[in-house]
């Protein structure tokens, strides 16, 4: 499980979807990458592919950053998210 998680603007909890398959999330994270560059679309609708039927609107000029990252099954919770400067 893949989990796309985006910051936003005046919000101290990001946002977060999941995808089963690495391409699928890969091409999502490109889909909003894409938005945040160009601005284009306005809103931008995701969904959840482990929660049936969540689904969320946001307005792109309100998303600060988005983060692409492998959700372990092994250990129960998740690798940690961002840039690690650990060796």
Not at 50 to 77: C, F
């Amino acid at each position: 499980m893949y989990v796309i998680e985006l910051a936003l603007r005046m919000s101290p909890v990001p946002v977060s979807v999941q995808r089963k398959e690495a391409e699928a999330a890969e091409a999502l994270y490109q889909q909003i990458r894409q938005a945040l560059e160009s601005g284009q679309p306005r809103l931008l609708e995701l969904t959840c592919e482990k929660v049936e039927g969540k689904k969320v609107t946001l307005l792109i000029s309100e998303v600060l950053a988005v983060q692409l990252y492998e959700k372990t099954a092994a250990t129960g919770g998740s690798k940690r998210p961002g840039f690690s400067f650990d060796s």
